[in-house]
């Protein structure tokens, strides 16, 4: 939708402008961190990320659902036998 007013355009400019001092203000800031923080599973979580998988439910739908990334769901899938390993430890 495209700005049709003076006001309408300096309110979109502003907004835009607020975004950008936001992330300049911290060095480390880009878009995609403005998106979902950095969200730490516990070995409880990603074990039952394992058995969802397991049953079939799509990386894509964990993802969304731990708000983790898709590349994080596809870590866990691939450290599945480290996982287990460390979860058996910590059971005995």
Same mark, same amino acid.
């Given at each position: 939708?495209?700005?049709?007013? =003076?006001? $309408? &355009?300096? +309110? ?11 992330? /300049?203000?911290?060095?480390?800031? /880009?878009? *995609?961190?403005?998106? +979902?923080?950095? /969200?730490? &599973?516990?070995?409880?979580?990603? &074990?039952?990320?394992?058995?969802? &998988?397991?049953?079939?439910? *799509?990386? *894509? *739908? !964990?993802?969304?659902?731990? =708000? ?16 287990? $390993?460390?979860?058996?430890? !910590?059971?005995?």
């Amino acid at each position: 939708m495209r700005p049709k007013t =003076n006001k $309408q &355009l300096t +309110r979109a400019r502003h907004a835009v402008f607020t975004v950008f001092e936001v992330c /300049n203000h911290f060095s480390h800031c /880009n878009m *995609s961190s403005m998106k +979902r923080k950095r /969200n730490v &599973l516990t070995i409880e979580t990603k &074990l039952e990320i394992i058995k969802q &998988l397991e049953k079939g439910v *799509s990386g *894509s *739908s !964990l993802a969304v659902r731990y =708000n983790i990334g898709k590349a994080t769901v596809s870590d866990i899938k691939k450290q599945k036998e480290a996982i287990l $390993q460390h979860a058996a430890k !910590l059971d005995s």
